[in-house]
């Protein structure tokens, strides 16, 4: 990725919900569970290593590719009212500087793409057109 002639501007944190820099219609769209689906990956029984590989290896490949917006399923918890251990850790992973860059915005699925068990990602736009 390197950095532009420059430098880049800091990113602001990551926070579930946030969709203050992206445009209203986009924000309308992916809060509503409107935009298309781009891919999806199901991390929800792994441990936290697994997790943690599978969707930096999954998010890569998504920016890579050119998708936009992608589904992560989380799964909700446990039964006992505990949060889960990737609900807490996914958005924490996708505001680590490795995968920061990539992402434009997180925000909690709608109940048919899997509610509180599953994140929308919305990824940022390459903007280099070589390999």
């Not at 986009?26 to 199901?42: K, L, N, Q, V």
């Not at 860059?101 to 997180?106: E, H, I, Q, T, Y």
């Not at 994140?119 to 390459?126: A, D, E, I, P, S």
Request: aromatic share 4%; net charge positive; hydrophobic share 35%.
């Amino acid at each position: 990725m390197g950095v532009h002639r420059g430098g880049r501007p800091s990113q602001p944190p990551l926070k579930v919900g946030n969709l203050d820099n992206i445009d209203r219609r986009t924000a309308d769209r992916f809060a509503r569970g409107e935009m298309e689906i781009d891919g999806r990956i199901d991390l929800h029984g792994m441990s936290q290593d697994q997790a943690h590989g599978a969707l930096s290896g999954f998010v890569r490949r998504a920016w890579h590719e050119g998708r936009r917006c992608v589904l992560v399923i989380t799964g909700k918890g446990t039964y006992t009212g505990g949060v889960g251990v990737l609900r807490q850790s996914v958005p924490r992973w996708l505001a680590d500087a490795s995968l920061r860059p990539m992402v434009l915005a997180v925000r909690p699925a709608q109940p048919r793409h899997g509610g509180e068990g599953a994140l929308y990602v919305l990824v940022k736009r390459r903007r280099d057109h070589h390999r």
